[in-house]
């Protein structure tokens, strides 16, 4: 049977005391592993064709992470809005 564990690197990196939404935060921290810019200051993703550095895929990152660490009593950032026609 083929191995199908993978070790991300989320599970070595130290979550910070803050984080309100681990698995947010460990997937995020993941996906800007995965496209962290290389020594020229490229994407190193052929996902992103190794565009200049910061690539979309980063910056969601990079902000996901800091919405994770949001306190639970912090209101949503402007432009978002709970529909619940929507869930």
Known sequence: M???TRHWPSHDAVLPDDVT???L?????????AHRPD???RCPSPLCGYQ????????????AM????MPQSTPAPAGWAWRPEAA
């Open 2 to 4: 083929p191995e199908t």
């Open 21 to 23: 939404d681990t698995l």
């Open 25 to 33: 935060w460990r997937v995020a921290y993941d996906v800007a592993e």
């Open 39 to 41: 020594a020229a200051g």
């Open 52 to 63: 200049s550095a910061p690539c979309p895929p980063l910056v969601h990152a990079r902000r």
């Open 66 to 69: 800091r919405l994770a660490r």
